[in-house]
């Protein structure tokens, strides 16, 4: 027994992990990124977590507004904001030697294309972090078509452009200069 009256002292040893921080997602083409190099796992806003999606990197099969959490020794994230994806690339038999000029560009563009047949398109303009900019739509005619896209009083940098209607096409990079 000591002085204090103790008869056995036990050392205890704590750890405390951090929550690990708020991640962010970035675009580059049809991939998301993780901020978090680690212990992600990616959502679909409604549909809950996307099972084998675990990587730092997710390259969405559908359209819809995808986040994610990092957990890392146990501990869990807040999650990251939603960040909208619209379909991934696939092949458009109805629109040909699709050209978008110039690029980069101060911020007026230029989508040319030869159609096979005359429809109503979808013109849809996002951040890199996925936000829209603008949604557009308009009229596509047999033969050549030409469509102007202004983004003047954007800020600069890169931007996703898609042009959907019946079929869908790649996303396009259009780059934004400064003044």
Known sequence: VNAAG????????????AIPPKPTISRIA?????????????HRLGLGPIAGANQATYTPTDSGKYFVIV?????????????????????????MELKVYPNPSDGLFWVSFEAKEAEQMQLI?????????????FEVVPGPNKHSVNVEGQGTGIYHLQILGKHRLSTIPLILKGH
């Open 71 to 95: 957990t890392l020794n146990t501990c869990v994230s807040p999650s990251s904001d939603t960040i909208l994806f619209y379909g991934t690339a696939t092949t458009n038999t109805a629109i």
């Open 6 to 17: 103790c008869d056995s002292v036990i050392t205890l040893t704590l750890v405390v992990n």
């Open 30 to 42: 049809n991939v998301l990124n993780s901020s978090a190099s680690g212990g992600n796992q990616w």
């Open 125 to 137: 303009l996002t951040d890199q972090m996925g936000r829209l900019v603008k949604r557009e739509f």
